[in-house]
Nanobody, 122 residues
């Protein structure tokens, strides 16, 4: 089970840190990612990280503003978000995939958290 938290309401330019804690399984065996879904839009890839944490991949829309990291000892993955924009408003989901590479396709992921709402006001 994946439990995401850390969302909230923030003004444009602000920051948030999302956390996703896994229970019942060790995340060391999984690539991890964050996706987001805004109302009326498809779920989109935000960022992903390999099992070892040595490789990360970001959507172009968040590069330079979001940083993904993982702490396998704490079974937790983090998404630090700075310079937030109104277009970042969405429900953010963490996901885990038994793979050695980062995939940007939601259907490839085996496990999903329930999501946490991020709202950025202008």
């Amino acid at each position: 089970q994946l439990q995401a938290s850390g969302g909230g309401l923030v003004q444009a330019g602000g920051s948030l840190r999302l956390s996703c804690v896994a229970s019942g399984r060790a995340i060391v065996y999984y690539a991890l990612a964050w996706f987001r879904q805004a109302p009326g839009k498809e779920r989109e890839f935000v960022a992903g990280i390999t099992r070892s944490g040595t490789v990360t991949n970001y959507a172009d829309s968040v590069k330079g503003r979001f940083t993904l990291s993982r702490d396998n000892a704490k079974n937790t993955v983090y998404l630090q978000m700075i310079g937030l924009k109104p277009e970042d408003t969405a429900v953010y989901y963490c996901a885990a995939d038994v793979t050695v590479v980062i995939t940007t396709t939601p259907a490839d992921y085996d496990y999903w958290g329930h999501g946490t709402q991020v709202t950025v006001s202008s």
